[in-house]
Nanobody, 119 residues
Framework: QVQVVESGGGLVQSGGSLGLSCVAS????????MAWYRQAPGKQRELVANIFRDGTTNYADSVKGRFTIVGDNARNTGYLQMNSLKSEDTAVYYC?????????????WGQGTQVTVSS
């Protein structure tokens, strides 16, 4: 059974930094894509950043230049380094993972980790 587990959320002051980790396990395939999404209260879930196995990355305009996504293919692990945090970055952050050869078109989701940025 595939499991995706996030860690690293917490409370930080505006302008501060946090790092999130995502570990995927239980699949017989390799990771094709790992993505971070976030959902703030009363808002829809939005894509923050993703990284493909070949290293290609994409970022939401709101986080470009502040967030960095990194993948570790050997460990099926990914990281999201968040710098210069703003109050509007406050949200629950979710990791989503797609595996090669997996029929689950929506990928696998973690349980989420809360990030709170105080102004």
């Amino acid at each position: 059974q595939v499991q995706v587990v996030e860690s690293g959320g917490g409370l930080v002051q505006s302008g501060g930094s946090l790092g999130l980790s995502c570990v995927a396990s239980g699949s017989t395939g390799s990771i094709y894509r790992m993505a971070w999404y976030r959902q703030a209260p009363g808002k829809q879930r939005e894509l923050v950043a993703n990284i493909f196995r070949d290293g290609t990355t994409n970022y939401a305009d709101s986080v470009k230049g502040r967030f960095t996504i990194v993948g570790d293919n050997a460990r099926n692990t990914g990281y999201l380094q968040m710098n210069s945090l703003k109050s509007e970055d406050t949200a629950v952050y979710y990791c989503n993972v797609d595996f090669y050869g997996d029929s689950n078109s929506e990928g696998y989701w973690g349980q989420g980790t809360q990030v709170t940025v105080s102004s």
